[in-house]
């Protein structure tokens, strides 16, 4: 019974309105860049395609710092915004179709404080 | 579901709600079709028939968002896949995407309406009537209005009657209406119906007699 339902089941799924939708990678990545901007993240376009190479790899932190030879901080601090040299060339060797030096280069946009941080400095 | 891709759910849930920022473009990725057929569902609710890919490509963006958010709420044995647990939020999505759908007022129609006689509990037979015809046919009635005749004044009666057939024809406010027919505060009609309803269930409590009066609808 299993047997001669299964080509009708997978009809109904190839047929079903879920099947038919494609993911729009580049879009999603940019939507990411506007709310780590509007989080106030110094270098969105750097930090989302970080996210976007490790999900891709489907790795945590952790691994994904294993994997780029680099200490866990390191990964942590590029996922900030604040990206060391080393990390940015393990990168590019990781994923070459990405070009990172450009996506690092220029200032950075001066990260929102939060209003205990801003307190601090004026303690200073 | 199955369960090995369920299992890759609740692992980017967990991943979301631990703060991982990975982990959204996995569930994108990995779930955006079935988050995008529960969006068609909604937008179908909504009444709109038809919404271009590139709007449900945005919508379904959103929606990963805002699961995100609250990835830390849901529960995988709770018996709901997330956006399924999460459809008011998503309803909250469409709805800010697309807008309140509203048709345009028939101008013709509505003249019809006006001219309609009203329809309130006020066009229908006294309820205290009803209910002393009711109680020739049905002993439930017959044990509602012997007990109201035991406990209430013949104004607190109807005021109850009043009150709850107009509760029952989905008026807002019914209190408002009752205490305007009769010439009352609202107050005052919410008191009286309060005061009625407390004496039945002391009646039903303490008379074995009248033990029956607990299963009625207008006791609960």
């Given at each position: 019974?299993?047997?001669?339902?299964?080509?009708?089941?997978?009809?109904?799924?190839?047929?079903?309105?879920?099947?038919?939708?494609?993911p729009?990678?580049?879009?999603?990545?940019r939507?990411?860049?506007?709310?780590?901007?509007?989080?106030?993240?110094?270098?969105?376009?750097?930090?989302a395609?970080?996210?976007?190479?490790?999900?891709?790899?489907?790795?945590?932190?952790?691994?994904?710092?294993?994997?780029?030879?680099?200490?866990r901080?390191?990964?942590?601090?590029?996922?900030?915004?604040?990206?060391?040299?080393?990390?940015?060339?393990?990168?590019?060797?990781?994923?070459?179709?990405?070009?990172?030096?450009?996506?690092?280069?220029?200032?950075?946009?001066?990260?929102?404080?939060?209003?205990?941080?801003?307190?601090?400095?004026?303690?200073? | 579901?199955?369960?090995?891709?369920?299992n890759?759910?609740?692992?980017?849930?967990?991943?979301?709600?631990?703060?991982d920022?990975?982990?959204?473009?996995?569930?994108?990725?990995?779930?955006?079709?079935?988050?995008?057929?529960?969006?068609?569902?909604?937008?179908?609710?909504?009444?709109?028939?038809?919404?271009?890919?590139?709007?449900?490509?945005?919508?379904?963006?959103?929606?990963?968002?805002?699961?995100?958010?609250?990835?830390?709420?849901?529960?995988?044995?709770?018996?709901?896949?997330?956006?399924?647990?999460?459809?008011?939020?998503?309803?909250?999505?469409?709805?800010?995407?697309?807008?309140?759908?509203?048709?345009?007022?028939?101008?013709?129609?509505?003249?019809?309406?006006?001219?309609?006689?009203?329809?309130?509990?006020?066009?229908?037979?006294?309820?205290?009537?009803?209910?002393?015809?009711?109680?020739?046919?049905?002993?439930?009635?017959?044990?509602?209005?012997?007990?109201?005749?035991?406990?209430?004044?013949?104004?607190?009666?109807a005021?109850l009657?009043?009150?709850?057939v107009?509760?029952?024809?989905?008026?807002?406010?019914?209190?408002?209406?009752?205490?305007?027919?009769?010439?009352?505060?609202?107050?005052?009609?919410?008191?009286?119906?309060?005061?009625?309803?407390?004496?039945?269930?002391?009646?039903?409590?303490?008379?074995?007699?009248?033990?029956?009066l607990?299963?009625?609808?207008?006791?609960?």
């Amino acid at each position: 019974m299993m047997r001669r339902l299964a080509p009708a089941v997978t009809d109904a799924k190839r047929s079903h309105p879920a099947s038919s939708w494609q993911p729009d990678h580049d879009h999603f990545r940019r939507r990411v860049e506007e709310r780590l901007r509007d989080d106030g993240c110094a270098r969105p376009e750097f930090v989302a395609a970080v996210l976007e190479v490790r999900a891709r790899l489907g790795l945590d932190v952790a691994g994904f710092a294993e994997l780029l030879r680099v200490d866990r901080s390191v990964v942590d601090e590029a996922e900030a915004g604040c990206p060391a040299r080393a990390v940015v060339l393990a990168l590019a060797r990781l994923a070459p179709d990405i070009d990172w030096p450009a996506l690092i280069r220029g200032p950075a946009r001066p990260a929102l404080r939060r209003a205990s941080d801003r307190a601090t400095l004026e303690q200073r | 579901m199955e369960g090995d891709r369920f299992n890759q759910l609740v692992e980017v849930m967990d991943a979301m709600a631990a703060g991982d920022r990975a982990a959204v473009f996995v569930l994108y990725r990995e779930f955006g079709g079935m988050i995008g057929a529960a969006l068609r569902r909604e937008i179908r609710a909504m009444g709109i028939e038809f919404v271009r890919p590139e709007e449900l490509g945005d919508l379904v963006i959103d929606a990963c968002f805002e699961l995100n958010d609250c990835a830390g709420a849901w529960r995988p044995d709770g018996g709901a896949l997330p956006w399924t647990w999460a459809a008011r939020r998503l309803r909250q999505v469409v709805i800010r995407h697309i807008g309140v759908l509203a048709d345009e007022l028939d101008h013709e129609r509505l003249l019809h309406v006006s001219e309609a006689p009203p329809v309130s509990g006020a066009q229908e037979p006294e309820e205290v009537a009803v209910l002393a015809g009711l109680a020739a046919l049905d002993d439930s009635c017959a044990l509602l209005q012997k007990a109201l005749a035991k406990v209430a004044s013949a104004r607190d009666r109807a005021l109850l009657l009043e009150l709850k057939v107009q509760a029952s024809l989905g008026d807002p406010s019914p209190a408002l209406t009752v205490a305007n027919r009769n010439g009352m505060r609202p107050d005052a009609v919410r008191q009286a119906a309060k005061r009625t309803l407390d004496r039945l269930r002391r009646l039903a409590h303490t008379d074995e007699h009248f033990a029956g009066l607990s299963c009625l609808a207008i006791l609960r």
